[in-house]
């Protein structure tokens, strides 16, 4: 598990306006610093991947270098989840995508009460390939782990990165139990989930913040 708040680096200036009220206001740069946290949660990813040695033609020249083996498939989980995901996609800019729609589905006789529903998801095959789920807030960890699962019918991964922007414990528990195979990339990791299964003190509804409110 890789947390960017265990050291100092500039994702936790981009954290830090992402939780801060008077700056999240601003719905352009609220987006801009999930798809830069993404860039920098994307360069971290790549240094674990699979590289091949290669000789570059200069005008000068021969360079010998190192590049990607394989562009990773990237999925996220909307709405929230694109200004993030784009973060990825603008790093790994030849990868293939995955998209699932997954919300909390209420108990209509109890408001807290809630089970995770999905009713839109496609991507390419998955066989072999290097699979990152993003999302911006792991709370429960439970819709995570639903779109991994619902994503294998496109074929099994050999390594799958889960990257989320803040998590509880709770929900880095969960996933860890339920997805022990999974590598976890986080931002920051908050101090509990809220009677309503909110991370506290977290940054509010991620996806109103980023495209504005929903009825």
């Known amino acids: 598990m890789f947390v960017f708040a265990q050291q100092p680096s500039l994702a ?19 987006r801009r610093n999930l798809e830069r946290i993404g860039e920098l949660m994307a360069y971290e990813i790549s240094k674990t991947l699979p590289y091949y040695n290669v000789s570059i033609q200069t005008p000068l020249g021969v360079a010998d ?18 200004p993030f ?4 996609a603008n790093y790994f800019d030849g ?24 009713d839109y998801i496609v991507g390419p095959d998955l066989s072999g390939k290097t699979l990152i789920l993003s999302d911006p807030m792991l709370a429960t960890g439970r819709s995570l782990e639903k779109v991994y699962h619902a994503l294998l019918r496109y074929g099994i991964p050999a390594q799958t ?7 509880s414990p709770e929900g880095v528990r969960y ?3 339920q997805l022990p195979q999974c590598h976890l990339w986080l931002g920051a990791i908050d101090t509990h989930l809220n009677e309503h299964s909110y991370i506290v003190p977290g940054l509010g509804d991620a996806g109103d913040l ?6």
């Open 65 to 82: 270098t190192q590049l990607l083996r394989q562009q990773p498939v990237l999925a996220t989980i909307l709405r929230a989840g694109l």
């Open 175 to 177: 996933v860890q139990r």
């Open 210 to 215: 980023a495209f504005g409110g929903k009825v």
């Open 161 to 167: 990165h889960i990257a989320a922007v803040i998590a």
């Open 12 to 30: 936790n200036q981009f954290v830090a306006e992402l939780r801060d009220i008077s700056i999240q206001k601003d719905r352009l740069r609220f």
């Open 95 to 118: 990868a293939e995508n995955a998209f699932a729609g997954a919300y909390r589905g209420y108990n209509s006789t109890d408001s807290d009460e809630f089970e995770i529903a999905m």
């Open 85 to 88: 995901h784009q973060g990825f």
